[in-house]
């Protein structure tokens, strides 16, 4: 069965530093996507980032990159110099191959930017 | 303004009530999605729409009932709830199904529903 598991439950990192929140994933799946969304305060997720499994570059947005590790089935995502609007709750996301709508979501991590 | 807008913000129900959540969606998108968001748990996707017609039932209680009259909207009908019922409940959207590709599932803020 597909599973995301993210171990960080809660971090905290300073304002302008680099941190890295930690996915794994366990799937049997050749062809698969992962997904990184943020969720402010207000509710809403936001989409950040996608990595497809046959990609060989590692996927880079703006301030957001993931580092992807197929072999250890990790899916880390990297924030460049943090800010205090980046504190959030941070799900990391499977869909079991590319044009599935069954985003399979983890617990998620608490980030806290400290100014 | 997100370009999906859910409303109530807030709703508190009893058991025996019926009440209605509301999604709408001002992006020209064909697929809409319902996910519950418990405390403690990841998020469940509970229906999908696509071009109007349900194409995902998560295993999802009949005391949720989902109605998509058109593109840009869709409900969530609510009936004899119970207490473990509370939860946020998230609306999105995508350009069809396949434009998970890349990820871009447009979420609402979602409606906060509480059960008594």
């Known amino acids: 069965a597909q599973k995301i598991t993210q171990t960080q439950p809660g971090m905290f990192v300073q304002e302008k530093e680099a941190v890295t929140l930690d996915c794994t994933y366990d799937t049997s799946d050749q062809s698969y996507g992962l997904f990184w969304y943020k969720q402010p305060s207000s509710g809403e997720m936001i989409f950040l980032i996608y990595q497809g499994s046959y990609d060989e570059q590692n996927a880079t947005e703006g301030r957001y990159s993931l580092n992807f590790q197929k072999a250890r089935k990790s899916a880390n995502l990297v924030i460049s110099a943090s800010q205090l609007g980046d504190s959030a709750m941070y799900f990391c996301?499977?869909?079991?191959?590319?044009?599935?709508?069954?985003?399979?979501f983890g617990s998620g991590t608490r980030l806290l930017v400290r100014p | 303004e997100t370009g999906v807008t859910q409303t109530p913000r807030h709703l508190v129900m009893g058991m025996t009530n019926k009440k209605s959540l509301k999604c709408e969606q001002h992006l020209g998108h064909n697929a809409m999605y319902w996910y519950k968001q418990s405390a403690k748990k990841p998020l469940e996707l509970m229906f999908v729409y696509s071009l109007e017609e349900r194409v995902e039932n998560n295993s999802v209680p009949s005391r949720f009932s989902p109605e998509c009259p058109n593109s840009s909207h869709l409900f969530l009908h609510l009936h004899t709830l119970q207490p473990e019922d509370s939860a946020l409940y998230l609306c999105?959207?995508?350009?069809?199904?396949?434009?998970?590709?890349?990820?871009?599932?447009?979420f609402g803020e979602g409606s906060r529903l509480t059960v008594l």
């Open positions: 996301a499977m869909s079991r191959n590319f044009s599935s709508y069954k985003l399979i």
């Open positions: 999105a959207s995508s350009q069809g199904l396949a434009g998970l590709y890349t990820g871009e599932l447009f």
